[in-house]
């Protein structure tokens, strides 16, 4: 079993749409989870990231953490043509925002159909 | 945000040959850099982690004899591919950040994509 598992997608739907993105994870030892964002042929964009269980909400994004289930997910409201990238979920057992090395999940593809 | 950049973007070498990777830090001091190696429907693994000044320190299963890395400085970290085999092809990609800022936030290159022929 991977530690990190995220459906790759392609996930498809139209604009304006609620899209979920999901990832679960096996070492209960991660304390900070992180959603990056990554265009073709660019690095990774950090999004949003959190450390307890909960809600944490930014603009369109929430970030949702369920320790107990091991289970994070990002939701975007008002979906947009231009949110259609790559979405990566990462978590680290130390310090938030990657200041330490980041265990990753594969990333879905989003697409947003006009 | 802070911008790293990363060079080359792509590169193709011969079986054998060795193939160096740049990774700068452009508008801050980057005290710590990460390397990461990402296969095709896999994801980003972390390769290794370099401390300005200090030898990297190699995660499981990565050979430190064949993957160099330097952190010579607070804006320049290099991964060399040592006799590179086509099995080394992959997406290269690194981060940075300042460990003396308050914004612990990693930044990411653009990524190498290797092809070793």
């Known amino acids: 079993q991977k530690e990190v598992e995220q459906d790759p997608g392609p996930l498809s739907v139209p604009e304006g749409a609620i899209v979920s993105l999901n990832c679960t994870y096996s070492?209960?030892?991660?304390?900070?989870f992180m959603w990056y964002r990554q265009y073709s042929r660019k690095g990774p964009e950090l999004l949003m990231y959190?450390?307890?269980?909960g809600n944490k909400e930014d603009g369109r994004f929430t970030a949702q953490v369920d320790k107990s289930s091991k289970y994070i997910s990002l939701f975007i409201r008002d979906s947009q043509p231009s949110d259609s990238a790559t979405y990566l979920c990462?978590?680290?057992f130390g310090s938030g925002g990657g200041a330490d090395g980041l265990t990753f999940g594969k990333g879905t593809h989003l697409i947003i159909q006009p | 945000g802070a911008v790293v950049s990363q060079h080359p973007s792509w590169v193709i070498c011969k079986s054998g040959t060795s193939v160096k990777i740049e990774c700068r830090s452009l508008?801050?001091?980057?005290?710590?850099m990460f390397w990461y190696r990402q296969f095709p429907k896999q994801s980003l693994m972390l390769m290794a982690t370099?401390?300005?000044?200090?030898?990297?320190?190699?995660e499981q299963g990565v050979e430190k004899d064949k993957f160099l890395i330097n952190h010579a400085s607070l804006t320049l970290s290099t991964l060399t591919v040592t006799s590179a085999h086509p099995e080394d092809s992959s997406f290269y990609i690194c981060?940075?950040?300042?460990?003396?800022?308050?914004?612990?936030?990693?930044?990411f290159g653009q990524g190498t994509r290797l092809t070793v022929v």
């Open positions: 981060s940075a950040v300042d460990r003396g800022s308050v914004n612990t936030e990693a930044f």
């Open positions: 070492n209960s030892a991660f304390q900070y």
């Open positions: 959190t450390y307890s269980s």
């Open positions: 990462a978590m680290t």
């Open positions: 508008d801050f001091q980057a005290t710590t």
């Open positions: 370099s401390n300005e000044g200090s030898k990297a320190t190699y």
